[in-house]
């Protein structure tokens, strides 16, 4: 995320690995010139070294060629160069008079150098392509976690940014996903308690259950039930295996748009209405042409923790009228501070928005927005996953 992040696009480039940035800095419309930086390094010194005095040979200083091609060349690369730089040497080192000459000991360091060269970029390549390795898998593992989601995907304009406050590990307890099924599209968003690998794990259960039981149930609290279910049976699980997480839980905001019944799917409506169901999260805000409301917070507990309650969270049914977006987000904005400690004013942000341009009311423009607004109001340094969700009927 400040920088500009596509929506659900791979990271930018001031965030991707340094091998990669590397990689592409030093090619020249496709083809590496990773050589070059070396190579002219070689060409200088021979030259300096010609035009000194027999009192001041730097033919010695060859031996940065191989070191710097071990920094940004391939293997082969960097034993051409140190074999090149060996060459070099004793045809500048032997042009020279007997007793100006360098003589053996050069040699042998320029020799050695370029040896120590090689293996040391060999190192390098192997972490790098380990390292790269596993970017892979965590992007895997992203995508696998948080699905991209079709434009238009439930009969819903959708948008969603997701930002990781470990952006090496690009996934963290965050989570969301649109299930259109047989009684009408459910939305889900929610953020796992914790951090690390256990949460996306917890993450990854919650969205199982609610891909499956979104689209066959035809009542939304029956959808919240067994999400709650699925909590507390993985925390189980996660016990029995020794994976003990103490009273891990899950905030989130369970959302069901009513299927359109035939005879009025063509004609336009004043007022729709949407089932809410609030798991202790922030509750959506309703972002209008004309301004922001807050929806009502319900009386659901986190999930995994309906031991400490009295039976299942309410659904609220909500008024929606025509072009008014859902904005869910989790604590990475609501939370994210300034230097001075002050919280983000989200609601504030987005009424001067809409009072510039209500055309901002766009799921797009409206995540745009908001993750910009985040990563400016703290510095781009987020203290917690972050993802910005909005929805709306098409």
């Given amino acids: 995320m400040g ?40 060409v200088v010194i021979a030259v300096l070294d010609w035009n000194t005095s027999g009192e001041f040979r730097i033919i010695s200083w060859i031996v940065l060629v191989p070191g710097i091609a071990a920094a940004i060349c391939g293997v082969w690369g960097t034993a051409a160069l140190a074999v090149l730089s060996l060459i070099t040497y004793v045809t500048v080192d032997t042009s020279w008079p007997h007793q100006y000459q360098t003589g053996l000991p050069d040699f042998i360091l320029v020799a050695i150098g370029g040896v120590l060269a090689v293996l040391a970029c060999a190192v390098r390549v192997r972490g790098e392509q380990r390292m790269l390795h596993m970017q892979d898998i965590a992007e895997t593992t992203r995508r696998t976690v948080l699905r991209p989601l079709a434009p238009g995907w439930g009969d819903l304009d959708h948008a969603a940014v997701y930002l990781a406050a470990d952006s090496e590990a690009r996934v963290g307890g965050d989570f969301y996903d649109i299930q259109p099924g047989l009684h009408g599209t459910r939305v889900l968003l929610g953020d796992v308690q914790g951090k690390g690998l256990a949460a996306v794990e917890t993450a990854a259960a919650l969205l199982g259950t609610f891909r499956e039981t979104a689209y066959h149930e035809p009542l939304l609290h029956t959808v919240a039930d067994r999400l709650e279910i699925r909590m507390r049976r993985h925390l189980r699980y996660s016990a029995e295996l020794g994976r003990d997480h103490g009273d891990r839980f899950a905030t989130g905001v369970l959302i069901g748009f009513p299927a359109t019944s035939p005879d009025t799917a063509g004609t336009a409506s004043t007022q729709d209405t949407v089932e809410v169901v609030n798991f202790g999260h922030e509750p959506p805000l309703v972002v209008a042409p004309d301004g922001v409301r807050v929806l009502p917070p319900g009386e659901g507990l986190p999930l995994g923790l309906s031991e400490l309650g009295y039976g299942s969270p ?13 904005l869910l987000v989790t604590d990475g904005v609501t939370e994210a501070r300034d230097a001075t400690g002050a919280f983000f004013p989200l609601r504030d942000r987005l009424a001067r928005a809409l009072a510039r341009d209500p055309r901002i009311v766009d799921p797009r423009l409206l995540v745009g927005l908001v993750r910009d607004g985040t990563l400016r109001h703290s510095g781009g340094h987020l203290a917690d996953d972050t993802t910005i969700f909005a929805v709306r009927r098409r």
């Fill in 3 to 42: 920088t500009r992040r596509p929506l659900l696009a791979p990271p930018p480039p001031d965030e991707r690995p340094d091998a990669v940035q590397r990689q592409q800095l030093l090619r020249v419309r496709g083809r590496s010139v990773a050589w070059l930086p070396p190579l002219l390094l070689l």
């Fill in 314 to 326: 309410p659904v609220l049914r909500v008024p929606l009228a025509p072009g008014e977006t859902l």
